[in-house]
């Protein structure tokens, strides 16, 4: 098998990994993956706003929208307006929220964060640009997404 060959199984089971831990997720919590990253990040502070989810998620403020308006409708986090900003939305994770953090399956990008940040300062440096490297081939450079491994929920404009 030649270097070609083995370059697209290896993209393809990365692929493939991280679909069915999708669906795993799914089937389990009855979320996406990125919705699970959500609620995670503002359960772990508290509150959030939704400026700073999008900042730490690395996606736009209609993105972040759309997530919080599926996880509101579903329960699992509420919006309360700031006491001393009355222009600022503050983001809680409901008890309902909070269970199925606490059920839900270990995140697949948990495993890959401990095994990467394990590696060398230049073992992670030659990944990173090897995977850059990648979504230029890919002509994924673009793409909005944030650092959550999931399929799916992508819109026709590549936002996550």
């Known amino acids: ?15 493939r990994a991280t679909e069915l831990y999708g669906r795993r997720l799914a089937k389990e919590a009855g979320l996406t993956a990125v919705q699970l ?8 502070s508290g509150r959030s706003t939704p400026k700073e989810l999008s900042d730490r998620m690395g996606v736009t403020q209609a993105t972040i929208t759309a ?28 008890a309902e929220g909070h269970a199925k ?3 839900a399956p270990d995140p697949l990008q948990q495993r890959y964060v401990q095994q990467f940040e394990a590696m060398e300062d230049w073992e992670q440096a030659m990944m990173v640009s090897v995977l850059e490297r990648l979504a230029g081939m890919l002509d994924a450079e673009e793409i909005d ?14 936002k996550v």
Do not use: C, F, W, Y
């Open 1 to 15: 098998m030649d270097r070609t060959d083995k370059s697209l199984i290896a993209l393809r089971r990365i692929l």
């Open 37 to 44: 990253r959500v609620l995670q990040i503002v359960a772990e």
């Open 67 to 94: 997530l919080i308006n599926k996880l509101e409708r579903k329960g699992l986090l509420t919006r309360q307006r700031s006491e001393t900003d009355r222009r600022q939305t503050n983001l809680m994770v409901t």
């Open 101 to 103: 953090v606490d059920d």
């Open 145 to 158: 997404a944030s650092p959550v491994l999931t399929v799916g929920e992508i819109s026709s404009h590549g």
